[in-house]
């Protein structure tokens, strides 16, 4: 049972331009989410979260927005940029220790071009 | 403050060969978990350790055990090993109390 998925793969966009990764979830519990970033050879790496009780979260060119009725967050990076180039994951904490402290869907690799 | 630390980087197996891998935790961190990474699946929740004990455990067969140190440091260890366990395993340590999750750059893991 998948409670987190990201059902893109892959993503590529120009550089300057919006860079939107979504993600799904299936338990309504989720008091929180997060998203990671991750390099080649390098672990996922905080980037930025939300709590359930907010609609929008920002830090600088991050935002990201959760739809609570629909079960669905994404995040917007803008302008994209070539260092953006990465796996980003997104996450939402275990409950009752099911799934371990963080529940992680199956990443999303953005490549932004020049 | 020095951050995750895990050895080693990578480790080429064959079938049915044990390995063990380690991980150090940002000091302080008393919260221990492992994951595997494999393309297309993400990150699996292998198990976490806290103050010594197992507190949690994914779906993994019981080839795949883990410990933890007094110390905090950790290790997990992979018995009699299969082709499809080559994944990157990541060790990330956090705080008891906060799910924020700090990871290491991984353990790549090659079953030949």
């Known amino acids: 049972d998948q409670q987190v998925k990201q059902n893109s793969p892959s993503l590529s966009v120009q550089e300057g331009r919006i860079s939107i990764l979504n993600c799904d979830y299936t338990n309504s519990m989720f008091d929180y989410f997060l998203w990671y970033k991750k390099y080649p050879a390098e672990g996922p790496t905080f980037l930025i979260s939300i709590s359930s009780i907010k609609d929008k979260n920002e830090d600088g060119r991050f935002t990201v927005f959760l739809n609570k009725s629909a079960k669905h967050l994404s995040l917007h990076i803008v302008p994209s940029q070539p260092g953006d180039s990465a796996v980003y994951f997104c996450?939402?904490?275990?409950?009752?220790?099911?799934?371990?402290?963080?529940?992680f869907g199956q990443g999303t690799e953005l490549s932004v071009k020049p | 403050k020095a951050g995750v630390t895990q050895t080693p980087r990578y480790l080429i197996k064959t079938r049915g060969q044990q390995v063990t891998l380690s991980c150090s935790p940002i000091?302080?961190?008393?919260?221990v978990s492992w994951y595997q990474q494999t393309p297309g699946q993400g990150l699996q929740f292998l198990f976490e350790y806290f103050s010594e004990t197992q507190r949690n455990k994914g779906n993994f067969p019981g080839r795949f055990s883990g410990r933890q140190f007094s110390n905090s440091r950790s290790e997990m260890n992979v018995s009699t090993l299969e082709l499809g366990d080559s994944a990157l395993y990541l060790c990330?340590?956090?705080?008891?109390?906060?799910?924020?999750?700090?990871f290491g750059s991984g353990t790549q893991l090659s079953v030949l």
């Open positions: 990330a340590s956090s705080l008891a109390t906060n799910e924020k999750l700090f």
């Open positions: 996450a939402a904490p275990g409950i009752y220790n099911q799934g371990g402290k963080l529940i």
């Open positions: 000091s302080g961190h008393r919260s």
